[in-house]
């Protein structure tokens, strides 16, 4: 199973950016998937998850701001962020928990990172 994130880049205070995260593998069911953010010298943190049944859990620096959704077909996730603030700026993990096959347990998966940077 792979996590493959997209959508990272340079942008100005007050900004948007689409994330994407897409799994693919041997993939009988997902779980609850969605973004951590890591930035300079900080733990990694709760950015925005959302489960299979469609709830969603936000950061609260986030909340209002980022929103969270999934295609389940295409096992895809996506963040939207809007009005992007410099303390946005981190690296953004994708993480799935993913049941590989019907008879396997669920394994927590993460991406490899893409960078978001929030400056003038």
């Known amino acids: 199973v792979q996590l493959q994130a997209s959508g990272g880049g340079l942008v100005q205070p007050g900004g948007s950016l689409r994330l994407s995260c897409a799994a693919s593998?041997?993939?009988?069911?997902?779980?609850?998937i969605g973004w951590y953010r890591q930035a300079p010298g900080k733990q990694r943190e709760l950015v925005a998850v959302?489960?299979?049944?469609?709830?969603?859990n936000y950061g609260d620096s986030v909340k209002g701001r980022f929103t969270i959704s999934r295609d389940n077909a295409k096992n895809t996730v996506y963040l939207q962020m809007n009005s992007l603030k410099p303390e946005d700026t981190a690296v953004y993990y994708c993480n799935a928990d993913i049941r590989p096959t019907m008879t396997s347990k669920v394994y927590r998966y993460w991406g490899q990172g893409t960078e978001v940077t929030v400056s003038s």
């Open positions: 959302i489960a299979s049944g469609g709830s969603t």
């Open positions: 593998g041997s993939i009988f069911s997902i779980n609850v």
